[in-house]
């Protein structure tokens, strides 16, 4: 990952997973984790991490 600028997010949060719920963004991580339950941060739902396609990846 060395010379990619990355001034706007930190280096370790690569993915952004929308939320099942709100179609906002729920959490920001690092990797592509499935079947763990998290709060959205745009709605406080808890909702399930558990479609790959959910997952964006931050620029
Ligand atoms: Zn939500």
Do not use: D, H, R
């Not at 592509?32 to 406080?44: D, H, R, Y």
């Amino acid at each position: 990952m060395a010379g990619k600028k990355n001034k706007l997010v930190q280096p370790s949060l690569k993915f952004e997973y929308l939320c099942s719920k709100c179609t906002n963004i729920a959490i920001k991580t690092s990797n592509k984790m499935l079947g763990v339950k998290v709060v959205c941060e745009s709605c406080k739902e808890e909702i399930e991490l558990n479609n790959v396609k959910n997952y964006k990846k931050i620029k």
